[in-house]
């Protein structure tokens, strides 16, 4: 085996709100398990962002962060949100802002979620084993442009409200040329999701793609009505390879893809653009769990595995990660949200209980 090149890398932690700091304290300490294995050099910041930052500092993203993320070379990230905003929709600061403004700051344009389901999870989705077996997709999620950064408008005396849903060619451009070029290395199969039958900006998306589709004659592109992917994603969600879609249709349409995967405990995702990369779970900060102690860190791990991958280029290590998932799945370890009682070895583990089994199969 040739000697693997050692790295020396910064990475930026955030940690978050509600479970995001518990579950990002193991995708940490998987960083850290890898550099000892291997000998590379993880050189580790925290930084706040969400609720937590705006208690401490009144700013979602405060500059510090901000300038730390801007000299890393990576970033993990936990989670976001807290109750409190969502009961009072008045509230002018609000934690969401810190993760939409880092994305745009930083040009993660490309928001990549594998949907790949770990056999021992079968049983613990919703849907039929006999329709996820074998389903393997990764999403492109447009991330810095649609309605979520579009012009916001509210009438002075609250009658009305409106997000414009915004799109340029450039932004479908680059986005859609990573998803073809991530579909060479697939099953060579893309498609691409719009409502082009209602939206100017989705007609634009398509023609671009459409374009841009000329460039991979051998990647075979179709393109797909939103409420219609919406549909197919459950009912035969093998028939996808790569999806390539826009800001919300993605944001939706993973969630729901999530439960092809069993549970969204176990999705990770890595934001990317011409720079820093960023990677976090697509869970969001499950107030009603956090500090119990029984979130599953699972995607926090997994989107170090994606860390090491995409953003240091290191395949040996990144599948080692995976390998120890698979293994602690396979030996029977589940947190709340996989558990499946048909397992018949199955052992219940707590956030810690389950990092700790990744770190030992690990090492
Ligand atoms: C996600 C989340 C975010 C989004 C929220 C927290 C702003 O749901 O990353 O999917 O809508 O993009
Ligand atoms: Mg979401």
């Known amino acids: 085996m040739a000697k693997q090149e050692k790295v020396r890398k910064r990475i930026l932690v955030i940690g978050g709100d509600g479970i995001g700091p ?167 199969t893309l498609c691409s999701v719009d409502k082009a039958n209602v939206l100017e900006s989705s007609r634009l998306w398509r023609a671009t793609v459409q374009r841009i589709a000329a460039d991979y004659p051998d990647v075979k592109c179709t393109h797909m009505f939103v409420d219609n992917a919406a549909m197919q994603l459950i009912r035969d969600p093998r028939q996808f390879d790569v999806i390539l879609t826009a800001n919300l249709f993605g944001d939706i349409l993973t969630d729901e893809a999530s439960q092809i995967a069993g549970s969204m405990g176990m999705l990770a995702s890595a934001s990317i653009g011409d720079g820093t990369g960023f990677y976090e779970p697509i869970h969001g900060s499950a107030p009603d769990i956090a500090g119990k102690g029984i979130a599953n860190p699972l995607a926090s791990i997994l989107s170090v595995a994606l860390m090491l991958q995409i953003g240091f280029q290191l395949q040996e290590e990144a599948e080692a990660v995976v390998r120890a998932v698979d293994q602690t799945l396979k030996a029977g370890y589940r947190t709340v949200d996989i558990a499946d009682k048909h397992t018949p070895n199955h052992m219940m583990v707590g956030t810690d209980g389950m990092g700790q089994q990744i770190i030992r199969f690990l090492s």
């Open 22 to 188: 518990e579950v990002t304290r193991w995708g940490r300490r998987v960083l850290e398990a890898v550099a000892e294995k291997y000998g590379h050099e993880f050189i580790f910041e925290e930084g706040l962002m969400g609720h937590a930052a705006i208690e401490a500092t009144g700013d979602p993203l405060p500059e510090d962060t901000l300038s730390k993320a801007r000299q890393s070379d990576a970033i993990l990230f936990g989670a976001i949100g807290h109750p409190k905003y969502d009961q009072d929709p008045g509230l002018k600061v609000r934690p969401e802002q810190g993760l939409l403004r880092i994305r745009k700051e930083l040009g993660l344009y490309a928001n990549l979620r594998p949907i790949k389901l770990f056999d021992e999870l079968l049983a613990a989705s919703s849907i039929k084993p006999e329709v996820l077996q074998g389903a393997d997709i990764l999403f492109f999620r447009e991330l810095t442009g649609d309605v979520y950064f579009g012009e916001k408008k509210k009438a002075e005396d609250g009658s009305w409200a409106s997000d414009l849903m915004i799109y340029h060619t450039y932004e479908v451009e680059r986005i859609a040329r990573r998803a073809f070029e991530a579909a060479r290395q697939r099953r060579k």
